[in-house]
């Protein structure tokens, strides 16, 4: 199969959606990363994404509907704090997760009685979604266990060949995948940090929590408990300048190629060493982060992590994605 990436011009976003009305799978941009999208309602096409990413059948995937879609045919009941959230964040990088009424493929969720959906900001992921006219189920757009896209070129990377269409909307302005809020109890619960933190929701809810899955437990989100983001080469995961540098003297005597990433000040402390910065704010960070993981697996051997000193804002979901991808054990 030759797989084609297209800008978003009427033909492509027709080819789109006759394509995921016919049961295929298609890749799409949005704000976050960019997704693989099927029908939601085949479990035919569901499966496919399953199989084309050689995702783990347990881990559920968000359902994307376009802005106005109505979404009571998808969902049983919702606290009261629900709609305030959908009026203050979406559409947004928030998937929100509530009760399901079943009517989308029992494959979407995994046997969970729960449903997430998600109403993407990004203008293109609106065409796209406008012009399916279907909730689109859609996980990131990698292989599994892999660092998620950010551009149409890294979907091609993972998929040239097994898909037939890449819709692309340039880089991706948000950089992390969507915060994964439960919104089925009293209070709403963090499930994946992301670009929509917890301060923001709290302000809006009155309160949010973020979950931990406790030693032993199944977690909530099952996408959390499988090893994520990780570049095709060996890692390393340090705190400090001094820790990096000795890995990556020892690298580079045993005939490796290292290269370190790691924020703007510490880059600063590293002027003899090959590095990929990824910025000082926690925006800027978590719209590098990706591209710079897949940069660097190209060319080094062995890429160490610095974690970041800078806290707060979106620096939960940025560090959550940083220590998953080093093999750190920063707490989020
Ligand atoms: O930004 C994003 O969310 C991107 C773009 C494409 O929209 N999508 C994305 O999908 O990151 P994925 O499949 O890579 O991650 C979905 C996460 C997983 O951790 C999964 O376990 C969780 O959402 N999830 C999906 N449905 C769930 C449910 N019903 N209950 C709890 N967690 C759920
Ligand atoms: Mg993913």
Redesign the pocket.
Known sequence: MVTQISSLNGQALRKAAELIRSGEVVA?P????????ANAFSDDAVKKIFALKG?PAD??????VALGYDISLLIDCEPNYAPKLRAAFLPG?L?M??P?TGKVSRY???G?N???I?V?ASPA?QAFLKAVDLPVA?????LSKHV?PVTARHVYDDFDGKIELILDGGPCS?G?????L?CTGEIPQI??E?LVTREMIASVAGDCGVYHAKAGEK????????KHYSPRCKTAYCRSAEEAMALYRAESEAGGTPCVLCERAAAENLKHCKTLVLGASGEEMARNLYALLRQGEKSATLLIGIEPKERGGVMAGVLNRFSRAFGGNHET
């Open positions: 799409f949005t704000e976050t990363v960019y997704g693989l999208g995702r881990n559920p995937l968000i359902v994307h990088p998937t997760v509530y399901s979407v969720s995994c969970l729960t449903l997430a998600r993407p992921a859609a996980p990131s757009a990698n998620s948000g992390i995948e969507s915060t994964v439960d499930l994946r992301g977690p909530k989100s099952p996408g959390m408990a499988y």
